[in-house]
């Protein structure tokens, strides 16, 4: 286990408080590998930048999403909610 994943899997071992990460991509692919993930949270903004970085670090697994709600608010951006699908 990295020393990134050992923190939050004591804390994920814990009753209480959810734990949110924005913006690492890097952090995020621990911790999903690791099984620690319970939901991801999205937000598509309807603009385009011509660059940028991807939500998710490129790799050889797949991890199947299930959508749990979407909710688009008064600017048009959607808010999407998914859960991780463990085979």
Not at 55 to 74: A, I, M, N, V, Y
Request: proline share 8%; charged share 25%.
């Amino acid at each position: 286990m990295s020393e990134p994943v050992s923190e939050p899997k004591k804390l994920k071992a814990e009753t209480g408080k959810s734990i949110f990460i924005f913006g690492s991509a890097e952090l995020a692919d621990s911790l999903l590998k690791e099984g620690l993930v319970d939901e991801i949270r999205m937000c598509l903004v309807p603009v385009i930048l011509g660059g940028g970085n991807p939500h998710f670090k490129p790799g050889d697994w797949q991890l199947p999403l299930r959508l749990l709600d979407s909710t688009t608010t008064k600017n048009g951006a959607v808010i999407l909610r998914y859960e991780p699908v463990q085979a």
